[in-house]
């Protein structure tokens, strides 16, 4: 639900690499605004000291939604030490928030995709499903999977052209086709977008051969590419009360129910919505090896290769657990998808490639990270309950720290890529920067499987913006 932006040289690098300057932040700015209503934070019912939001106004448009952008309207006390903790080691808070271009360097009280009114998760479907479904003739086709994409055939002497013109689907296990009058639209995420094209010809030539598919369009990067963050942390004891403590012990919990009900308000409104972003300073930096380095350098300088974020928790016997977490936002590990057989009820083989990169900076970071988790509680010992539940105390060489990396990680859904945009004759292309699926007609992807890459941070704003960026396209004829 976190909402923010990439950074001014994260979308440099996406116009660069496809092709297309509209891809530049300052380009980019106005499909951001399009698609959300921002609320400033309602400061009477946060009333927590040291959670004052800074922002800057700019970045969004009154004429902007309808999805719904603001503040949680509880702060969870612990956050407000980890704000210390964050400013503590380097990582102030941002003058502007993270939805202005700027990441690296910085923490902020973040915006999330939360109804300020209600306090409830504005989604993809309670703000633009529904209203389409209200305004227009847009019709939804619950409880049916596509099976596969159907092209219309010409040959000529210049060879064959194939238009995508239907999509074979199943509801409760009856078939039938679904017919398009000008395009087909793919948006079924990273690991089944993928999927989808393969099974219905479009994917690399010896896959597709395998399962006996016909080649419509032998494109090798289908599938291929997958960017991924994951997830890991420093959990300590706190004395603190948390927002867990007061959402489930009895004593607490009718009074945030109530708190919640009357006035979308208290813990059971909020979102745990403190964040930081930073590259690893040169007095760590300078352990890692040459190679990693220099595959790093990839990176744009302002692109952060870390997130931190604060959480709060409950341990047994009632103890109030604090976390800070690290996310790699410059992975350069890639994973991959593919088929099992040429029908979609077979779930696709999703190959995640965490931490196997060839020059091991994504270890070498992931193990940085965790030192300066270490050095944020550090500063803020007067809140620590007792000894680090994990890694644990024990854990304390660079080995030892990967391996409980590689035992602990998880994933933060950030995944993307798949059907990577680039420009014609990259092999590792799928889609053009309109999102048109090459060597086919008629057939677009749109969903975070057609970025080039995963910027850094939460991609939901960047979905959002391309969704609107490709509609645009649509509705113009492009």
Known sequence: MAYHR????????????????????????????????????NNSKRRTPNSTVKYDPSAFSAAGGPLQVSWSNWVDPALTWFQVAYTSIGLPISNVNFNSGVLSGFSAWITSTISPTDAKRSSSQTSFLNQAIQNTNLIVYTQTLAKKILFNSTTSNVGSTFVANEVLVTTQNVPYTISARKEVIVSAGVYHSPQLLMVSGIGPRATLNKYNIP????????????WDQILFGVVNPITLPTSAQLITEPQFASESVVQYLDNA???????????????????????????????????????????????????ANGTG??????????????????????????????????????????????????????????????????????PGPMVQTDADILAYIRATAIPLYHAGATCAMGKAGDPNAVVDSSARVF????????????????????????????????????RKGI
Request: one cysteine or more; proline letters at 8%; a negative charge.
């Open 215 to 226: 080649v419509i369009s032998d494109l090798a990067g289908v599938g291929q590419n997958l």
């Open 321 to 390: 657990l604090g976390y800070i977490e690290a996310a790699l936002s410059a992975p350069l590990s890639r994973g991959n998808v593919t088929i099992s057989s040429a029908d979609t009820l077979a779930p696709p083989v999703i190959n995640m490639g965490w931490l196997t990169d060839p020059a091991g900076a994504d270890a070498q970071v992931a193990v940085a990270a965790v030192k300066r988790m270490r050095q944020a509680w550090a500063t803020i010992s007067q809140i620590v309950a007792g000894p680090e539940l994990a």
């Open 265 to 315: 308000a208290g813990p059971l409104s909020s979102l745990n919505g403190l964040i930081a972003f930073e590259k690893i300073p040169d007095n760590i930096r300078h352990n890692f090896s040459p190679a990693a380095l220099s595959a790093l350098a990839w990176f744009p300088t302002d692109w952060p290769e870390v997130e931190y974020a604060s959480n709060t928790g409950l341990g």
């Open 439 to 474: 060597g086919v007609q008629g057939l677009r992807v749109v969903d975070n499987s057609a970025t080039p890459f995963v910027g850094p941070g939460h991609p939901q704003a960047t979905v959002y913006m391309l969704a609107e960026k490709i509609a645009d396209l649509i």
């Open 6 to 41: 990439g950074t001014f040289g994260s979308y440099q690098r996406w116009a660069d690499l496809v092709g297309d300057q509209s891809y530049t932040f300052s380009n980019l700015l106005p499909y951001f605004k399009k698609s959300c209503q921002l609320t400033p934070p």
